[in-house]
Nanobody, 127 residues
Framework: QVQLVESGGGLVQYGGSLRLSCTVF????????IGWFRQVPGKEREGVSC????????YYEDSVKGRFTISRDRDKNTVYLQMNSLKPEDTAVYYC????????????????????RGKGTQVTVSS
């Protein structure tokens, strides 16, 4: 059964750090990309970052470049999103999503059109 499970969200002060995890089940990171997007109620969803299956190539939206780092541990079937220098505008529910079962594993991909995503984890940054 295909499943993605996020963890690591929480409340942090301005300038602080959090590390989100996305553990996947039912497929392998060797052949599929993982992306992160975020959403604030009442606002449009926003892509954040992505890691491809091919050599773990990474992609970042301009709003998080230099502050966020995406990585993966294939042995643990887990993708991480290290978030540093957090700002109040980073407050959102963060979701991880996969391009499975599509082939290719490239980044970025159409996160919102994909079938499998996690339930999300809340990140709140206080000013």
């Amino acid at each position: 059964q295909v499943q993605l499970v996020e963890s690591g969200g929480g409340l942090v002060q301005y300038g602080g750090s959090l590390r989100l995890s996305c553990t996947v089940f039912g497929f392998t990171l060797d052949y599929h990309a993982i992306g992160w997007f975020r959403q604030v109620p009442g606002k449009e969803r926003e892509g954040v970052s992505c890691i491809s299956s091919n050599n773990g190539e990474t992609y970042y939206e301009d709003s998080v470049k230099g502050r966020f780092t995406i990585s993966r541990d294939r042995d643990k079937n887990t993708v991480y999103l290290q978030m540093n220098s957090l700002k109040p505008e980073d407050t959102a529910v963060y979701y991880c999503v996969t391009d499975f079962p599509a082939s290719g594993g490239d980044c970025p991909f159409d996160y919102y059109a994909m079938k499998y995503r996690g339930k999300g984890t809340q990140v709140t940054v206080s000013s």
